[in-house]
């Protein structure tokens, strides 16, 4: 699908740049272990390159946005019960809440790059255009101009980005996928997005204690109800799982930076280890163990 037929400079531009990104630096990253390298956190925003034999994760699905670059390799995954086949340079564009597994559809294995952006961070690009979140039909997309985007928003994975640089790659990958989305979604009624990212602050900060529907109410002055279709409408997913994984993303993170399984159950909001391993398969894809090992190696 030609969006970006109007700037097609752009897209050559884009094109050498992502074929740079996947000939050199890469032939090393599909031999050797499987790993998982996963980039400093920036804005709630997580960063990762994967590299996989075989099949790399169970079906699983996120409440945020997945997407990434396939770099080396052919990746594939069952995505709305149909199996996808991404070779390099190729968009992945997975959407809050879509049921998936992963995996590399040769012997060669496969290496990818990812980022999973939460669907309020796209909120003021749907709002200045009169949209609601873009869905994108197909989950893999032939598009230089956006491929090459998200390798600079998602770096080099040890460096950080300027703040600013960062969030202006944020609003043309949102104007990008809304592009690809085409036609505006129907819209029911007021959006209450004020309330809902009041919620959405409310739950970050209060990771480690329970939160209940009622605590919800008073910061958003929505009775639970109108919040949960709000939440639903606008980001895809409910208050409670929206807690949990900004919990798992905590978890992961203390994990990928040392701190033994159980130690990051108990920092993260989480009852007990065996509370965190259930919720982080469900939504994983793999046990917090497996994840430890790749993010050692």
Known sequence: MQVYSREKAAD?????????????PLERSCAGQD??????ELAGIERIEARFRGKGFEP????????????????????RGEARFSPPGNVIVLHPDEVHDGGAATEDGLTYRMMYIPPERFLPATAAR??????????????????????????????????????ELVGEIATALLDHAGAPQ??????????????????RENLCRQVSAGDLEAVTGLDRFALA???????????????????????KGLISAGESIAEAAFA????????????FKKALG?????????SAA
Do not use: W
Request: aromatic share 8%.
């Open 229 to 251: 279709r709000q939440f639903r409408q606008l980001l895809g997913t409910s208050p409670h799982r929206y807690l949990v994984m900004r919990r798992l993303e905590r978890a």
């Open 130 to 167: 009169g949209r609601t979140l873009p869905f994108v039909a197909s989950p893999v997309v032939d598009d230089p101009r956006l491929a090459g985007l998200l390798l600079e928003a998602i770096g080099s994975l040890d460096e950080t980005i300027e703040p600013l640089k960062f969030d």
């Open 286 to 294: 793999m046990t917090p163990g497996r994840f430890a090992a790749l």
């Open 35 to 40: 790993r998982i390298v996963v980039a400093p």
């Open 12 to 24: 050559h531009s884009a094109a050498n740049a992502i074929a740079g990104a996947v000939a050199a």
């Open 268 to 279: 993260s909001g989480f009852a007990d280890q065996a509370h965190l391993n259930r919720h």
């Open 186 to 203: 129907a819209r029911a009624g007021r959006l209450a997005r004020p309330e809902v990212l009041r919620a959405c602050d409310f739950l």
């Open 60 to 79: 699983h699905r996120h409440d945020t946005y997945a997407l990434g670059v396939t770099m080396a390799g052919i990746q594939t995954f069952r995505y």
